[in-house]
């Protein structure tokens, strides 16, 4: 009984903070995005329909914090109501308390990894193809780049091919401005081919006004052979809706999409590195929620007579705050391929798990 008394406890106040903390990112989200909607005359309904879309990212980007503040939000209101007084009277420890809230807390993470591996990644390509279908300018998009798998090479000769564009259309299935580079397994060019656009069907991939540049086994640039031709099926196996995807500055991946990539059989922007650690930061996204209601549960020793003058509430949403940058910090430097994938999202768990022991130890020997 008392197990599911915390947990919906937990878990409605859980639900209300992120309910609270969408409604506020959408509503930011909005000011930035109302001015093209309107202008592309979408209305109401395009407003919702890109809120909707929306959603499950700031979804995932909200759980975290509304963990925090939940969890702070339920224990501050159990301890100044004397409910916590009353729970150690009937022989409940703090640790016997934070137990009890684990499964629920566990549970809201699985949710959020969940969301994040599969939904998130269908709703923003979605959000990203109402984008494109409705953009009446999309000479103005970006370009990227991104790796060609060696599977998927349109040469079998080739090690790998580096691909830029300039920009997409059509929702990712036509193609401006695209510059091929092959490569041997060196890393030295092998030939360029540009194509002024290439357009998907059900047979694939065509380039259009092709100019092919054949460097000399040698490098000497006096030898490369240049060649135009019309139109030239491009190989790969890559559909549509993956350049779309391309074309996104940085796309949400599932987890089969990421272990593909690292893999080399997906077209991809993103580095390694990148790939590795957000693999493993969704793996570990449950005991990411546990150590903020970790750093939420000093508040189970507020004072009685100071009730919600205490600082203690600010102090443990502070440290929260805290493990959200260090975290951010250690992922950015594993990003940028400064720390190894393991290093760059286990340590930030380890540390604050070790911090929030030590002060809830300290405050029991008290």
């Not at 903390?21 to 890109?50: F, K, N, S």
């Not at 092959?182 to 991939?205: F, K, N, P, Q, S």
């Not at 065509?206 to 006096?222: F, H, N």
Request: aromatic share 6%.
């Amino acid at each position: 009984m008392l197990l599911r008394y915390l947990s919906l406890l937990l878990t409605t106040r859980v639900a209300m903070c992120c309910a609270i903390l969408i409604a506020l990112m959408e509503l930011l989200g909005l000011l930035e995005q109302m001015t093209p909607i309107l202008r592309r005359h979408l209305g109401v309904t395009g407003v919702l329909t890109y809120m909707t879309l929306h959603l499950p990212l700031m979804l995932q980007t909200a759980l975290p914090l509304s963990v925090l503040v939940g969890a702070l939000l339920m224990l501050t209101q159990m301890t100044v109501s004397n409910e916590t007084a009353i729970l150690r009277a009937s022989g409940l420890s703090t640790l016997g308390l934070v137990v009890r809230l684990a499964p629920a807390t566990l549970a809201l993470g699985l949710f959020g990894v969940v969301v994040e591996d599969q939904l998130t990644p269908r709703s923003e390509l979605a959000l990203a193809a109402w984008w494109s279908h409705s953009d009446p300018h999309p000479e103005d998009g970006r370009s990227f780049w991104f790796a060609v798998p060696e599977d998927v090479s349109r040469s079998g000769g080739v090690a790998s091919e580096l691909a830029h564009v300039g920009y997409v259309k059509d929702v990712g299935k036509s193609a401006f401005g695209v510059d091929l580079y092959d490569r041997d397994a060196e890393g030295r060019l092998l030939g360029v081919t540009h194509a002024a656009r290439a357009t998907y069907d059900e047979g694939g991939w065509t380039l259009w006004e092709v100019k092919r540049s054949v460097v000399a086994p040698d490098g000497d640039a006096a030898r490369v052979q240049v060649s135009t031709e019309p139109q030239v099926r491009w190989g790969n196996t890559f559909r549509a809706s993956d350049m779309l995807r391309l074309s996104m500055d940085t796309a949400p991946l599932s987890s089969f999409d990421i272990w593909r990539a690292l893999d080399g059989r997906v077209a991809t922007s993103l580095a390694p590195g990148y790939l590795r650690a957000a693999l493993i930061e969704r793996l570990l996204r449950p005991l990411a929620l546990l150590v903020m209601l970790l750093l939420a549960t000093p508040v189970v020793y507020i004072p009685p007579r100071t009730g919600m003058r205490s600082w203690l509430p600010v102090w443990c949403l502070g440290g929260g705050l805290l493990f959200i940058i260090v975290q951010g910090m250690f992922r950015a430097m594993g990003n940028a391929g400064l720390l190894p994938a393991p290093v760059a999202t286990v340590p930030g768990l380890l540390i604050f798990t070790m911090a929030a022991g030590a002060v809830l130890l300290r405050n029991e020997e008290q």
